[in-house]
C-alpha cells in the first residue's frame, strides 16, 4: 500500500503580535491609551472619595451638624438670655432666624475644605499617593472628582445642619430667594474645595493642614459677618470685612433666606457679588488645575 502523503503540514504558529494579526496599532509606551475626557475613571474617583467619608458618616456629616447648632445654642442663650434681647430684631428677623444661614453657611465650607485638604495629603502621609497618580486621569480630572466630592460633603452637612436648625424654636428659615440659596451655598463650597485641595498640595503633615484650618479659614469664617451686621463696626473694619470674601459668601446666603443682607436688599444689588465669587472660584480653580498639573510635591 502506498504511503499517503498528507495534504498539509502542521507547523508551529509564530505569533505575530497584536498589531500584525488584529490590524491594530498600538501608541508607543507612555502614551496613554484613554483619550478624550475620561468619564467612567473620573466617576469612579468621585464614588471612591464619596465612600470614603460616608463610612465614618456619624464624624464627618454629623458631628459638623451638631457642632454648629451648639453654636446657634450658645449665641441666642448668651446673647438673648432677657426677654429683650431675645426679641431683638436684625435685619428684619429675630436673632436666631438672622444668624441660622451664616452658620449653616459656615459648616459648609469648612466641612468643604476638610474633605478636598484630606485627599492628597493623606495619600502622601500613608504612601498611597499612587493611586491618585497611577489611574489614566489627567489633572483637571482629577480635580473635578476631589472637588466634586468635597462640594457634595458639604452640601450633606448644610442639608444636616438647615434639618437640625429648623426643628430649633425661633429660628424661620424661610426660602427669600433661593437663587442665592443655591448660588451662594455652592460657590462657598466649591471655593473651600479649591483652597483645601491647594493645602493638601503644600502640606506634607497634618499640622500644616490644621495650621490653614487654624489661622486661615476659622479667622476668615468667624469675622465674615455670620454673628453681627458689619454696620456696626468702626469704618476701618467695616472695609477689613469687605476685603473678606467669606463675607460676600455669608451674607449673599442669608440674603436667600430673609431676603436682606450686608450687601444689599435686592436682586440688583446681591447680583454683582455672585459674579464676584464666580470669577474668584474660576481664577482660583485656574491656579489649582495649574500647581495639580505640575505636579508640584506629589511627583517629586
Known amino acids: ?63 459638623p451638624a451638631i457642632t454648629t447648632l451648639l453654636f446657634l445654642i450658645i449665641f441666642t442663650v448668651a446673647l438673648g438670655g432677657s426677654a429683650g434681647r431675645a426679641e431683638r430684631v436684625i435685619l428684619g428677623v429675630n436673632f436666631a432666624s438672622f444668624i441660622a444661614p451664616g452658620l449653616i453657611m459656615m459648616g459648609m465650607m469648612q466641612n468643604a475644605f476638610a474633605n478636598s485638604s484630606f485627599s492628597l495629603l493623606g495619600g502622601k502621609i500613608q504612601g498611597t499617593i499612587i493611586d491618585y497618580l497611577m489611574p489614566p486621569l489627567s489633572s483637571a480630572e482629577l480635580m473635578i472628582a476631589i472637588v466634586g466630592a468635597a462640594i457634595t460633603r458639604g452640601v450633606m452637612v448644610g442639608g444636616a445642619v438647615a434639618l437640625a436648625m429648623a ?8 426660602a427669600a430667594h433661593p437663587w442665592a440659596i443655591v448660588w451662594f451655598g455652592l460657590m462657598g463650597a466649591t471655593m473651600l474645595a479649591l483652597i483645601g485641595l491647594l493645602a493638601s498640595l503644600w502640606a506634607e503633615k497634618f499640622d500644616h493642614n490644621a495650621a490653614v484650618t487654624n489661622f486661615v479659614i476659622a479667622p476668615l469664617s468667624l469675622l ?21 470674601p467669606f463675607f460676600y459668601l455669608i451674607s449673599g446666603f442669608r440674603f436667600g433666606f430673609i431676603g436682606q443682607s450686608d450687601i444689599g436688599n435686592t436682586n440688583q444689588a446681591v447680583l454683582g457679588a455672585a459674579i464676584g465669587v464666580g470669577v474668584l472660584n474660576l481664577v482660583l480653580g485656574f491656579v489649582t488645575y495649574r500647581v495639580l498639573k505640575s505636579g508640584w510635591r506629589i511627583k517629586t
Do not use: H
Not at 504558529?13 to 475620561?38: A, E
Not at 430649633?168 to 424661610?174: A, E, K, N, S, T
Open 167 to 174: 426643628l430649633w424654636p425661633g429660628v424661620d428659615l424661610q
Open 224 to 244: 465674615s459677618g455670620t454673628f453681627y451686621v458689619i454696620s456696626n463696626l468702626s469704618p476701618v473694619f467695616q472695609a477689613i470685612s469687605r476685603a473678606n
Open 1 to 63: 500500500m502506498a504511503d499517503q502523503v498528507p495534504t498539509s503540514t502542521t507547523m508551529p504558529s509564530q505569533s505575530t503580535g497584536p498589531s500584525q494579526s488584529t490590524g491594530r496599532i498600538f501608541p508607543p509606551k507612555g502614551q496613554p491609551l484613554i483619550s478624550g475626557f475620561n468619564r467612567i475613571g473620573l466617576w469612579s474617583l468621585y464614588i471612591k472619595e464619596i465612600r470614603r467619608f460616608l463610612k465614618v458618616q456619624t464624624q464627618t456629616i454629623w458631628a
